[in-house]
Nanobody, 122 residues
Framework: QVQLAESGGGSVPPGGSLRLSCNVS????????LGWFRQTPGKQREGVATLADIERTTYVYSVKGRFTISKDISKNTLYLQMNNLKPEDTAMYYC????????????????WGQGTQVTVSS
């Protein structure tokens, strides 16, 4: 069973940056699809970014140009670099894999981490 563990969350002011990490218990090089999602209380989990094994990336429109998804296969780690953070980016962030297809729809993903909290506030 795949295990994922997120880290790197925290509290930053608007305009700040954070880099989230997700350690994956299987080879990141051979994983078909890895993704980042976020969720706020009372709302459905939202896809933020995905990275397919052919290095194709997708981003939700609201983070394009500010967030970058990447992976380090030597460390089996997925990253999400978040720049110019806004209050509306505040959420619990999750990484996920075991996707049937590499999209930002959460229903296609079968393995999830426990999440890391990101708070953007002045």
């Amino acid at each position: 069973q795949v295990q994922l563990a997120e880290s790197g969350g925290g509290s930053v002011p608007p305009g700040g940056s954070l880099r989230l990490s997700c350690n994956v218990s299987v080879s990141a090089a051979s994983t078909y699809c890895l993704g980042w999602f976020r969720q706020t209380p009372g709302k459905q989990r939202e896809g933020v970014a995905t990275l397919a094994d052919i290095e194709r990336t997708t981003y939700v429109y609201s983070v394009k140009g500010r967030f970058t998804i990447s992976k380090d296969i030597s460390k089996n780690t997925l990253y999400l670099q978040m720049n110019n953070l806004k209050p509306e980016d505040t959420a619990m962030y999750y990484c996920a894999t075991e996707a049937l297809t590499c999209t930002t729809h959460e229903s296609y993903f079968g393995a999830w981490g426990q999440g890391t909290q990101v708070t953007v506030s002045s």
